[in-house]
Every structure is written in structure tokens, then in C-alpha cells.
T-cell receptor
Framework: EAGVTQSPTHLIKTRGQQATLRCSPISGHTSVYWYQQALGLGLQFLLW???????NRGNFPPRFSGRQFPNYSSELNVNALELEDSALYLC???????????FGSGTRLTVV | QKEVEQNSGPLSVPEGAIASLNCTYSDQGSQSFFWYRQYSGKSPELIMFIYSNGDKEDGRFTAQLNKASQYVSLLIRDSQPSDSATYLC?????????????FGRGTSLIVHP
């Protein structure tokens, strides 16, 4: 069974540009979660999608947005990139009563 | 503001020793508790979860939960160099709450031969 897959693995963008990160959950998982892990900081919750709807949002500005597609894959968009957006972006999926998350390998975003 | 606190470490233990990792949380309504292991440059991996007060054992790992004192701990017996990683504690409210776990910043564990 394939795990949570994320693409691209690495992404380098210039300040002010837009970044698009993609995530495919484990087959059968309907919930997708996005987290930001900046150097020296913990996992910061960004967004939760379930059944195509945004269910919850963390304390991030509106330039962080996303969506979930009918096949449950998800996209995270970051507009007007700032240097401090440089971080590892992790996607996770879960299903029903399963405990915890399964994380993807992440996208390392570098803003220069 | 829900908080999950962990000592950042590093915690250094010799091979074969018991490593004890601790986590405290602020939200008394928390009901689900998780430990994730994150190797350097990798993504977190769920290794233990616990819902009830007391101990839960899985191989060399034991999770301990004390809701009255609002702490959860992870014991690693017979520590191996391959256990060297950052261990993240996560605490979650029941469904109906935010349902989004809050993560601590993690404790770095170094197991030296």
C-alpha cells in the first residue's frame, strides 16, 4: 500500500512568488492535514480538509490556502512568499477512528 | 491557548540504558496522546498512542499517562543508537473539539555506543 506522497520534494522560490505543494493521501483516507515545520519550531497546523471541505484552519494568514479534490488529494498554495515561509511542509492523512496521522515525506520550501 | 511542553534536550543516554522522555500539556480536556519519532531530515512517524491513565507497552516502548498531573511520558528500554531521533508529543481533544492535535517542539534523544 502506497503511503502519503508529496511533491515536489524540494522547491526554491523567490520572495513574492507563489508556491504550490501537492499531496496524495493513503488510499481510503479522506482527511488531509497540512503542517509547517520551520527550523527550531514545532509542527504548526495549517489546514485540515475532509471530504472536499476545509474543516479547520490554523493561525496563518490568508495567503496560505488550499483545496481538496474529489479523489482526496490536496493542494497547498502559498501566495506572496516571504523569507520566513521557508520550512518543511508536511502533509498527513488519516481515516475515521484510526489513531494519529501518517505523514508524507514533506516538501522543503526555500524562499530566497 | 493549548500548550504542549517538552524539554528540547538533547537527552544523551548510553546504549542499553532506559531513555525517559516527558511531556506536559495545558488542556485538561485532552483525551488522546501520541508519540511520534522524527529522524533528522525525515517526517514524523507514529510510534505510540495512549488514551487511558496508566501504562501502555509495545516492545521496548512504554507510554505512561497521568491525566491528573497532565503529563505523558515515553520510556525506551534497552536504548539503541538507532533510537537517536527527535521525539514529538502530540495531544488531541475529543471529537467535537478542535480535533486537531497540538504538537510539542520535541525532545532530541542521542543514544551513544
Amino acid at each position: 500500500e502506497a503511503g502519503v506522497t508529496q511533491s515536489p520534494t524540494h522547491l526554491i522560490k523567490t520572495r513574492g512568488q507563489q508556491a504550490t505543494l501537492r499531496c496524495s493521501p493513503i488510499s481510503g483516507h479522506t482527511s488531509v492535514y497540512w503542517y509547517q515545520q520551520a527550523l527550531g519550531l514545532g509542527l504548526q497546523f495549517l489546514l485540515w480538509y475532509d471530504e472536499g471541505e476545509e474543516r479547520n484552519r490554523g493561525n496563518f494568514p490568508p495567503r496560505f490556502s488550499g483545496r481538496q479534490f474529489p479523489n482526496y488529494s490536496s493542494e497547498l498554495n502559498v501566495n506572496a512568499l516571504e523569507l520566513e515561509d521557508s520550512a518543511l511542509y508536511l502533509c498527513a492523512s488519516s481515516f475515521g477512528g484510526d489513531p494519529g496521522y501518517t505523514f508524507g515525506s514533506g516538501t522543503r520550501l526555500t524562499v530566497v | 491557548q493549548k500548550e504542549v511542553e517538552q524539554n528540547s534536550g538533547p537527552l544523551s543516554v548510553p546504549e542499553g540504558a532506559i531513555a525517559s522522555l516527558n511531556c506536559t500539556y495545558s488542556d485538561q480536556g485532552s483525551q488522546s496522546f501520541f508519540w511520534y519519532r522524527q529522524y533528522s531530515g525525515k517526517s514524523p512517524e507514529l510510534i505510540m498512542f495512549i488514551y487511558s491513565n496508566g501504562d501502555k507497552e509495545d516492545g521496548r516502548f512504554t507510554a505512561q499517562l497521568n491525566k491528573a498531573s497532565q503529563y505523558v511520558s515515553l520510556l525506551i528500554r534497552d536504548s539503541q543508537p538507532s533510537d537517536s531521533a527527535t521525539y514529538l508529543c502530540a495531544v488531541q481533544n475529543p471529537p467535537g473539539g478542535s480535533y486537531i492535535p497540538t504538537f510539542g517542539r520535541g525532545t532530541s534523544l542521542i543514544v551513544h555506543p
